[in-house]
């Protein structure tokens, strides 16, 4: 999509994005004033943004070489959406221990165990064997901004975006999936099984934030997958090996059970939904999209808070999941194309 007012009009709701997270913020320190926990101010620094500028604002600088002030505006903004986003992550994630005490991780293993073993720990022996499989994996887990950086950037050398543009889709997954980190509090097997974990790492001590149900970090990578069609293979290629590497890496460090990463199938579906502003708000590829993700999370919320006993047909579920979930986004996105 592009708004007719050069390159960088594919970061136009950058802007926009960046006042919603400034008022997060702002909202955030007064929780933390009242409440006297540590604020994202502490958590974060000056020259933490200033790099951020350098490394996000060369290269989209220059792929979008903006014409006005309105142009780097946009840019400016694009540079900080991200950093700005990740100041808010300390506050968000220290939130849930303090007022999430429960949480379903064994709910959610006895789902995953109706598979006949734990996928999970199997990844975690692996990682535990071979040391390098396990940083090479973490390398892109930890440089999980990457994919969705990279999209924006080469969104904006050719003037369009898929939707709302790669960067605000991340913090729309943000937004919509802190809610539910309140729905489904869970705190991975690394956390919850600790030492019985097979591949020690930071995910295995505690305090644990209740922020496994659904797998953002799955959510992010398969989205900038997604957003990335239509651009060359070597970038396509890039995304995929980063969103792949990724997937294993919330397997193998603990971080996630599979059931995380099924769930994070359908909570992209609905957010390719919400973020598909080229079609009408009531375009029925478009409702499909929010209705069917939504529906089936849902379901699996449901099931992970114990309304569905673990059973044969679980491992089923899981597939038909992903599968309906590929076919529904696939047509939001056959929608998009069309116009």
């Keep these: 999509m592009s708004d007719g007012t050069g390159r960088a009009a594919a970061f136009r709701p950058c802007p926009l994005f960046l006042a919603l997270v400034l008022l997060t913020l702002g909202a955030a320190e007064i929780d933390s004033f009242l409440h006297g926990h540590v604020p994202p101010h502490k958590t974060a620094s000056l020259s ?21 002030v309105r142009g780097w505006i946009d840019v400016l903004a694009a540079c900080l959406i991200l950093p700005m986003g990740n100041a808010i992550m300390p506050w968000a994630t220290a939130r849930t221990i303090r007022v999430l005490p429960d949480v379903f991780d064994a709910q959610v293993y006895a789902l995953d165990a109706t598979l006949g073993f734990q996928p999970s720990f199997a990844v975690g022996d692996l990682f535990a064997r071979y040391p390098a499989f396990a940083a090479t994996s973490g390398a892109m887990y930890g440089a999980v901004l990457f994919p969705a950086a990279l999209v924006a950037a080469i969104e904006a050398m050719h003037g369009r975006r898929r939707g709302l543009g790669a960067l605000p889709m991340f913090l729309l997954i943000a937004g919509v999936g802190f809610p539910l980190y309140h729905w489904l509090p869970v705190i991975g097997p690394a956390a919850w099984f600790g030492p019985s974990f097979p591949f020690e790492n930071t995910f295995s ?62 909570f992209v579906l609905l957010v390719r939904g919400l973020g598909a502003i080229e079609l009408p708000v009531l375009a029925r590829q478009r409702v499909e999209a929010c209705l069917m993700g939504a529906a089936l999370v849902g379901a699996w919320g449901l099931a992970v808070r114990g309304a569905v006993h673990p059973t044969a047909l679980i491992p089923a579920a899981m597939v038909v999941t ?16 069309a116009i």
């Design 48 to 68: 933490t943004v200033f790099l951020s500028l350098a490394i996000f604002g060369i290269p989209f600088a220059i792929a979008a070489r903006p014409r006005s």
């Design 205 to 266: 001590h505690p305090p644990s934030p209740r922020t496994t149900m659904p797998s953002l970090h799955t959510a992010w990578v398969v989205m900038a997958f997604l957003c990335s069609r239509g651009m060359s293979l070597p970038i396509r290629t890039t995304a995929g090996v980063l969103a792949t590497g990724t997937i294993v890496a919330t397997l193998g460090s603990g971080a996630h059970y599979l059931l995380d990463l099924v769930v994070a199938c359908p």
């Design 322 to 337: 992903v599968v309906m979930s590929g076919r529904w986004e696939s047509r939001l996105a056959q929608a998009e194309a």
